[in-house]
């Protein structure tokens, strides 16, 4: 019974020698990882959300003002609100940006501090180059290969807002979407819940050492209003 065993699982051997690849072996094999590196940069985005979150009326301290300031989220702060286990990747910056109506201009004042200003507008955003393994170096300018992409198209089915920065000389001024009437579009991999990049977030230095798109430099981008 042994050697009939033995004989029937080496003929199975032989036989799937055989068979077709499967259509869908990158899809198996290869776009985990990169959801894997969606999911590390979801992570600290949420964290900074999380910190926000608890800087806001009502548990700012304060019936009305909110209780943070402009600029870029600690990596000791990101830390204390990331799931356990979780650990920063060092590619990625989350920052608080405090803009004026018109999404075009970061304010600098203000009697409670520009991110109480009347009629201004707060965005959380979290940016950073895309890995290098995952940019497609065939095309200029850069942008990610196409198993990046279908990890990013997947990440929208979940309701994350994740994408990467293009360039859109069509975009125009919406109330909704691009109140700064901003070129830079935040795609999603299908055009379905695409965000704009604010003028204001686009004219900051912090952001544009990494993602001047002037100079090519395609992000992987999430702007949350906060």
Sequence with gaps: MYVWVILATFLAMLASYTLAPRADMRAVTVEPLAQAELGKFSAQHQAGYDYVRLHKPPFSGHKKYNNYSPGVISESTLRSHLPFGYKLSGLYTTQIFCLDEDMTTELGGGANGPCNEEGGHRVMVTYGPIPERWVNLSVTPEQPNADFINAIRSMAY?????????????????????????????????????????????????????????????????????
Excluded: H, Q, W
């Excluded at 204001?200 to 001047?212: I, S």
């Excluded at 798109?213 to 702007?223: F, G, N």
């Design 158 to 226: 979940t309701g994350e807002v994740v994408g990467y920065t293009l360039y859109d000389a069509d975009a125009e001024y919406d109330d909704n979407y691009n109140i700064s009437s901003s070129k830079i579009r935040v795609f999603d991999g299908r055009g379905l819940y695409d965000s704009f990049v604010p003028v204001g977030v686009l004219n900051n230095a912090t952001y544009k050492k990494v993602c001047d798109m002037s100079k090519e430099y395609v992000c992987l981008v999430s702007v949350t209003a906060i």
